[in-house]
């Protein structure tokens, strides 16, 4: 993550074909159950043939503090 560009912040990951990929964020690292999946356009599950570089943005910008990870799933 690199802060907010353009009133979001972006997540950027190298998603691997044949793979489904969520982003998900949590504001307490130290609360294990409180990962949630980003509303976020283009953050749906979607196999890709080639392997690609990947943008998600998130809109929530006034929040103090967030952590994201990346979900990896097969078919």
Excluded: C, H
């Amino acid at each position: 993550m690199i802060g907010v560009v353009d009133g979001a912040s972006p997540v950027r990951f190298d998603q691997v074909a044949n793979r489904g990929f969520e982003v998900q964020f949590n504001p307490d690292l130290r609360d294990p159950s409180g990962w949630r999946t980003l509303d976020a356009a283009g953050n749906r599950a979607f196999f890709s043939a080639p392997e690609r570089a990947v943008e998600i943005k998130d809109p929530e910008t006034d929040a103090s503090s967030r952590y994201y990870r990346v979900r990896v799933y097969e078919p």
